[in-house]
Antibody, heavy 121, light 110 residues
Framework: QVQLVQSGAEVKKPGASVKVSCKAS????????ISWVRQAPGQGLEWMGW????????NYALKLQGRLTVTTDTSTSTVFMELRSLRHDDTAVYYC??????????????WGQGTLVTVSS | QSVLTQPPSASGTPGQRVTISCSGS????????VNWYQQLPGRAPKLLIY???QRPSGVPDRFSGSKSGTSASLAISGLQSEDEAVYYC???????????FGTGTTVTVL
């Protein structure tokens, strides 16, 4: 079965960077893209960006361009999300999520368990 | 601030039918498929409906989705206590090149 296992909680200071990992298993890693979605405390879901695990093409939300980088390590079937110049309002639970269907790109279906990132001075 | 508008809350007694609306525009719902997600308290979201009206394996047929023009809706028939959750619609937004989620609807079973 499809599984996405994320790295543990992080506490960072404003201005720092955070890198969260998402290890995939149970399917052919190269055939599906992975999105990152975040949820601030008590708030709704916000799509951040996506990577095509086959060719490493990426697409980032406009508001995060310049601060967000998503990469893959195909040798370990792992996707990484790095967010730089952290601000207090980046405090959120960050989820990775695999495309549900192979031809419906950037539409998440299977979700990781979430990683809490707290930005605090 | 989401571009897909949902009512903040909906409720019903066990066994009742509850419907949640999702209003968008020609740049998102009007030109793309709609997915629905269920988020139980303290849990990661789960895909509930894909491609407007399809249920992934394991999702009870009490859940159904539909789309018409620039709006979509999710219906829960035979409401159960375990259906208490927040429900989000989502669709691709052409103008933003972005996958947008609805504002979310909290369903309460009375």
């Amino acid at each position: 079965q499809v599984q996405l296992v994320q790295s543990g909680a992080e506490v960072k200071k404003p201005g720092a960077s955070v890198k969260v990992s998402c290890k995939a298993s149970g399917y052919n890693f190269n055939r599906y893209g992975i999105s990152w979605v975040r949820q601030a405390p008590g708030q709704g879901l916000e799509w951040m960006g996506w990577i095509n695990a086959y060719n490493d093409n990426t697409n980032y939300a406009l508001k995060l361009q310049g601060r967000l980088t998503v990469t893959t390590d195909t040798s370990t079937s792992t996707v990484f999300m790095e967010l730089r110049s952290l601000r207090h309002d980046d405090t959120a639970v960050y989820y990775c999520a695999r495309d549900f269907r192979e031809l419906e790109l950037q539409r998440p279906g299977y979700w990781g368990q979430g990683t809490l990132v707290t930005v605090s001075s | 601030q989401s571009v897909l508008t949902q009512p903040p809350s909906a409720s019903g007694t066990p066994g009742q039918r509850v419907t949640i609306s999702c209003s968008g525009s020609s740049s998102n719902i009007g030109s793309d498929i709609v997915n629905w997600y269920q988020q139980l308290p303290g849990r990661a979201p789960k895909l509930l409906i894909y491609s407007n009206n399809q249920r992934p394996s394991g999702v009870p047929d009490r859940f159904s989705g539909s789309k018409s023009g620039t709006s979509a809706s999710l219906a829960i028939s035979g409401l159960q206590s375990e259906d208490e959750a927040v429900y989000y619609c989502a669709a691709w937004y052409d103008s933003l090149n972005d996958y947008v989620f609805g504002t979310g609807t909290t369903v309460t079973v009375l």
